[in-house]
């Protein structure tokens, strides 16, 4: 056995930590939560996250996609407090990459490519970051803080400009990575591709993904048009300007059905800035369904092995978002505004993915071919030994194949599918009522006669009891 034991000591290491690292997926250890969450039981998605997130957080690999989630998952439950927490947490560790900061590490890549892509740092996509400003805008607008509402807003902006600077840098050093590591154990990528059963496979999972494309250049409309309702209620000069930038280019981004109301802030913003003075409005915002989640999905790819042709490999594939009350209308002063939709995160996410997907197949066919083929070549080793070291040589490698060959599943789950938007000039008898596209009604909800009254409104599901948050922004 001293033997055996000698033959296979860095093997066996890697597939023993293969196998303690082996495990649920986000997806699955968000379950129970996201039962409640999706049936709108913000409270019970709530008490459900709370051991969740305190497991979570002794990971530093994980703790930024679990804060994100209760950040959402608190907020919807009218706990500001740790939603202000949490999403300052995954907020500040996310800021360390504006810049400067190397989102592929190297050393790290190396031991995903041989385990698993899930033991790499999640450390938040562009969209992530964006969204997660928008929230902690919002938190801070609940609390009457314009101040670190438009501090959060600004870093939304920059978490878009950042990513127009380096994505393309980011994605090449993934693709990089993979060639190097494919190159240094003999396995070509380009040759995988080009493999027509392969080929096959991966197009028939990404291809119905191709038609998600984003906003613009990573921008999320949602976050740029809160940035504009800020800019506005400030009331100087400049920041009139800047809102009107804003709502011109959420207007831009938006098809024509959906763009009215953007126009008609950007032409209040305008007028304001020749001396008119603003009327007072109510801006109604809709947060619908669950956002997009990522499934595993396995296909064959080629080892150029005689003995061992096609190996299983486990991809991730996106899943698009789970659609709530379609929309609502909004009522003031006897006239019912319809809702338009303000951003679809189903594109947004889709987009991002779609970015990144050339490295995530070219790290995923490196991965799982590596481990394949030290399996086999381990095997191959031992042909002719005793059946007690075939045997061993077996289950290590079975072990190593199984612990080792899963998708990273990490994606913020609670994202809505849709955001709607409506606005009306605040009526005289100061109060309006919603109708969500599911026939409840939400309201009279009281808004001011000046300034800026925001509603924002979380429903997850057609007939579930929509969460309700008012903000007033005065105007100057």
């Known amino acids: 056995m001293q033997q055996i034991r000698s033959r296979l000591p860095k093997f066996l290491a890697v597939a023993l930590a293969a196998l303690c690292l082996a495990g649920c997926s986000h997806h699955d250890r968000m379950k129970p939560v996201m039962q409640g969450f999706a049936r709108g039981d913000f409270q019970r998605a709530a008490e459900e996250m709370t051991p969740l997130l305190k497991d979570r957080r002794d990971s530093d690999k994980d703790r930024t996609i679990y804060e994100l989630e209760a950040g959402a998952i608190y907020a919807a439950a009218g706990d500001l407090d740790r939603s202000l927490a949490a999403l300052g947490s995954a907020d500040e560790r996310m800021w360390e990459y504006l810049d400067d900061a190397p989102e592929v590490r190297v050393t790290e890549q190396a031991a995903a490519i041989l385990t698993n892509q899930t033991i790499v740092t999640y450390r938040g996509t562009t969209y992530d970051r964006i969204m997660c400003c928008a929230y902690q805008a919002l938190n801070h607008l609940s609390r009457g803080d314009r101040g670190k509402a438009m501090v959060s807003l600004r870093r939304a902006l920059e978490w878009q400009q950042d990513a127009l600077a380096k994505n393309a840098k980011e994605v090449e050093a993934l693709e990089r990575e993979a060639d190097r590591a ?39 409309p949602y976050a740029t048009y809160l940035r504009g309702l800020v800019l506005r209620a400030s009331g ?27 126009l008609e802030d950007a032409a209040m913003c305008e007028a304001a800035g020749t001396g008119a003075a603003p009327p007072a409005t109510v801006h109604v915002f809709l947060e619908t369904g669950t956002g997009p989640w990522l499934r595993e999905f396995k296909i064959s790819i080629p080892l150029f092995l005689r003995k061992v042709p096609y190996v299983g490999a486990a991809f991730p594939v996106l899943e698009r978002g789970v659609a709530g009350p379609a929309g609502f209308a909004l009522r003031a002063a006897g006239e019912a505004r319809p809702s338009a939709v303000l951003t679809d995160m189903d594109r947004v996410v889709g987009d991002d993915f779609n970015r990144r997907l050339p490295g995530i197949i070219a790290v995923t066919l490196v991965s799982s071919a590596t481990k394949a083929i030290a399996t086999y070549a381990i095997q191959e080793s031992l042909n002719g030994r005793s059946n007690d070291s075939a045997v061993l040589a077996a289950v290590i490698g079975g072990i190593y194949q199984f612990a080792t060959n899963s998708a990273d599943l990490r994606i913020w789950t609670t994202l809505p599918k849709e955001v709607h938007y409506a606005r009306c000039a605040a009526p005289a008898d100061g109060s309006v009522e919603i109708v969500l596209g599911d026939g409840q009604r939400v309201g009279p909800i009281a808004v001011e006669s000046n300034g800026v009254t925001i509603v924002h409104v979380r429903a997850t599901r057609a007939g579930s009891t929509p969460a309700v948050r008012t903000m007033r922004l005065p105007v100057g």
């Open 182 to 220: 494919g190159s240094s154990k003999g396995y070509d990528t380009d040759r995988a591709m080009r493999d027509a059963r392969t080929k096959g496979e991966i197009e028939s999972a990404y291809g119905p993904l191709r038609d998600l494309t984003g906003y613009g250049e990573f921008e999320v």
């Open 236 to 262: 100087g000069r400049s920041e009139l300007e800047q809102a009107t930038v804003a709502f011109r280019r959420v207007a831009g981004m938006l098809g024509e059905a959906d763009r009215g109301y953007a």
